[in-house]
């Protein structure tokens, strides 16, 4: 059944290759960028096969040594070489299950993060501020690009919203765990009593769409100029350079003040919009999915409480899987990467219970 998959892969591959050399494919960049994904994509899986196939071949062939071979000391290094044949075949049965299953086609695009304040008032506003810190470190660590494109200040510091791009290999097929309610439990700034309060903050990360993705017409969008009220030093409050736009057929409203510059603001804007509307149907892409199978890991409910950081015992929790570790000061300081590898885990072990693969 394995060796079945695997073949027509193999012979998808080849099929892809070579439509990829079409001129008719070529002069179409929409499909040309989908078909070369996709080469890309299939590749691990068909260096897998060349590998288990040629594992496949040894136990063979040792089997038949064995069968054959009288001498007991070459029959016993031939049964060592076939016991480490087959452990090697079965991690690597394991290793193609996994690769088998099938990824979420966004995984690859780079991402647009949202966190917002959520119930807290100042405090709430605080923790959208350190979950902010938390991902530009994490991103740093990952040497991905971050781009400031809109934000909010709160009162008390931190931000009432804050946008970001996120760009770099995989970045979405990572970040997308990230979506959800983020919960804080912690004595805050602003208390005097002493008490532990308990705040949220929201974080939506969507996959950042291609311009191939989304299709726009100029007459559905509305353009709107404006002082800039962030920094950006000499010109806010000055200049025009603030740009806030309306897709009139959707009401999604998006502005970008971060640059000097209209014409850039207008570029990240317009970047924005584009992946919200793209979003729209990533969504019905998801609850599509969750219609099929009911996962723990949920990356499509964005009003789902997913993590509590809890300050006084110095723990985060993931409630999706349960997981709890209590290091809590390196977590806020971007060290995230085990809690979406747990994540990761839990979810490919989901889809291959499922038989997914």
């Given at each position: 059944m394995l060796l079945e998959k695997l073949e027509a892969i193999r012979e998808r591959h080849a099929e892809v290759g070579r439509l990829i050399?079409?001129?008719?494919?070529?002069?179409?960049?929409?499909?040309?960028?989908?078909?070369?994904?996709?080469?890309?994509?299939?590749?691990?899986?068909?260096?897998?096969?060349?590998?288990?196939?040629?594992?496949?071949?040894?136990?063979?062939?040792?089997?038949?040594?064995?069968?054959?071979?009288?001498?007991?000391?070459?029959?016993?290094?031939a049964k060592i070489e076939l016991d480490e044949l087959l452990n090697r075949e079965e991690a690597m049965e394991e290793e193609i299950r996994l690769l088998l299953i099938p990824s979420d086609p966004q995984d690859d695009k780079n991402a647009i993060v949202e966190i917002r304040a959520g119930t807290g008032g100042d405090e709430a506003a605080i923790f959208a501020g350190d979950l902010y810190r938390m991902y530009l470190k994490f991103c740093e660590a990952k040497r991905w690009k971050t781009e400031l494109v809109d934000m909010s200040e709160g009162t008390s510091g931190g931000f009432k919203?804050?946008?970001?791009?996120?760009?770099?290999?995989?970045?979405?097929?990572?970040?997308?765990?990230?979506s959800g309610v983020h919960r804080?439990?912690?004595?805050?700034?602003?208390?005097?009593?002493?008490?532990?309060?308990?705040?949220?903050?929201?974080?939506?990360?969507?996959?950042?769409?291609?311009?191939?993705?989304?299709?726009?017409?100029?007459?559905?969008?509305?353009?709107?100029?404006?002082?800039s009220?962030?920094?950006?030093?000499?010109?806010?409050?000055?200049?025009?350079?603030?740009?806030?736009?309306?897709?009139?057929?959707?009401?999604?409203?998006?502005?970008?003040?971060?640059?000097?510059?209209?014409?850039?603001?207008?570029?990240k804007a317009m970047k924005v919009l584009r992946t919200r509307l793209y979003d729209m149907e990533h969504k019905k892409y998801l609850d599509e999915i969750a219609s099929k199978r009911k996962t723990m890991v949920s990356t499509g409910d964005r009003s789902a409480k997913i993590r509590t950081y809890n300050f006084p015992q110095g723990r985060m929790t993931d409630h999706r899987i349960g997981l709890t570790l209590y290091n809590l000061s390196a977590t806020m300081d971007g060290d995230i990467q085990e809690i979406i590898d747990a994540l990761q885990v839990a979810e490919n072990a989901e889809k291959l219970k499922e038989g997914v693969a």
């Open positions: 050399n079409d001129p008719d494919i070529m002069s179409d960049m929409k499909r040309y960028i989908q078909l070369s994904k996709e080469y890309k994509d299939l590749q691990p899986i068909i260096d897998a096969h060349k590998e288990y196939s040629n594992v496949l071949d040894n136990i063979a062939s040792t089997k038949e040594m064995l069968g054959k071979e009288k001498d007991p000391e070459f029959r016993e290094m919203e804050v946008i970001f791009n996120v760009s770099g290999d995989g970045v979405f097929g990572l970040m997308k765990y990230e804080v439990q912690r004595v805050p700034q602003t208390e005097t009593q002493g008490r532990v309060h308990t705040s949220a903050a929201t974080v939506a990360v969507l996959p950042e769409a291609d311009e191939f993705d989304v299709e726009l017409k100029p007459s559905d969008i509305r353009k709107e100029t404006f002082c009220s962030g920094p950006g030093g000499q010109s806010v409050n000055t200049t025009y350079s603030a740009v806030r736009l309306t897709h009139v057929p959707t009401g999604i409203v998006v502005s970008c003040q971060d640059q000097k510059s209209q014409i850039k603001n207008m570029e």
